[in-house]
């Protein structure tokens, strides 16, 4: 095993953050650290939090953070941000909300950037939750960008998904028009003290009627249901490890690293060929002159580069 895992298993911080730094920046050498932490990792209790830009998720994250280290858990975070389209830069805003535990040497939190990548989850945040569960941490949370893919992603990449709505955010229905009410183990109606809190709790339990999961009121600013939250989230964890939800949910997970690695590989691979290859560059120019139509283009393209990989 290399010094630079060896020293991540330890716990250190510094090895930790050099590794997701190369990681997410494709260093050479970096994935095969991360392939020798890979096997000591599976531990820890991964959640991941989602819902609408505004409705409090780091705010949330951060009292959540609070309560584990009350306990004397061991958490690491990754707060994905979403990347400009223009610019490709991110705000990364969130490890600022929760500057207040920077200096906890059993807190590591890490913002990752969505970099485009499929469903709003960055391609490095399952690298990083590897990283961390290796380093021995008891509990990671994963804040998604916003609601929408990232939502429905992220329950691929957690044993216990949070989804948080709060009141005032518009329509009150966005959860089940972006599919969200699909995933969440924990809906968490933020915001409590502000009006139509009640009727967004009474309208989301009248969708999840008849659902195993659990309904419950917050307000992160003030600290607010707080405690029976992470609760909950606790006995979540307890109910997974009492059965088979447990190795379903991490199984689960692996398998979403495993198709978004390939996903991002084939992306990549695809589009180094189009830009290359004669054929494919002259199939475009067709497109673009609507000598032919994308469905026609993108199946001719497809049977040319099967053919070719079959070779």
């Not at 008891?138 to 990232?150: F, S």
């Not at 992220?154 to 699909?182: M, N, R, S, Y």
């Not at 691979?269 to 002259?282: D, F, I, V, W």
Request: hydrophobic content about 40%; some cysteine.
């Amino acid at each position: 095993m290399s010094d630079q895992a060896r020293r991540i298993k330890r716990g250190e911080v510094r090895a930790a953050a050099r590794l997701m730094r190369d990681l997410d920046d494709r260093v050479p050498g970096a994935q095969a650290v991360l392939r020798e932490l890979y096997a000591a990792a599976g531990r820890a209790h991964v959640v991941g939090i989602t819902g609408p830009a505004g409705c409090g998720k780091s705010t949330l994250a951060d009292q959540l953070l609070e309560a584990a280290r009350k306990e004397g858990q061991k958490v690491g975070v990754v707060a994905v941000d979403p990347t400009s389209h223009i610019s490709g830069g991110a705000v990364l805003g969130d490890r600022v909300r929760m500057q207040r535990h920077a200096r906890d040497p059993r807190v590591f939190i890490r913002s990752l950037a969505s970099r485009g990548s499929l469903g709003g989850l960055s391609r490095s945040v399952f690298d990083t939750v590897t990283v961390l569960d290796s380093m021995g941490k008891d509990l990671i949370l994963v804040e998604t960008a916003g609601v929408g893919q990232d939502g429905v992603k992220v329950a691929g990449a957690a044993h216990t998904v949070l989804v948080v709505l709060a009141p005032g955010l518009g329509d009150e229905v966005q959860a089940i028009k972006a599919g969200v009410l699909e995933i969440g183990d924990i809906y968490v109606v933020n915001k409590g003290d502000r009006s139509g809190c009640e009727p967004l709790l009474r309208s989301l339990r009248w969708a999840l009627e008849g659902k195993p999961c659990e309904v419950v009121k917050t307000c992160a600013r003030t600290g607010a249901g707080v405690g029976p939250l992470f609760k909950l989230i606790a006995e979540h964890r307890s109910a997974l490890q009492a059965g088979a939800g447990w190795q379903e949910r991490s199984r689960g997970m692996a398998r979403a690293a495993f198709l978004e690695r390939l996903e991002a590989g084939m992306k990549e691979t695809l589009s180094g060929r189009l830009r290359r290859e004669k054929s494919l560059q002259k199939l475009q120019e067709d497109l673009a002159c609507r000598r032919t139509d994308p469905d026609t283009a993108a199946r001719r393209a497809l049977r040319e580069l099967i053919k070719r990989g079959q070779r």
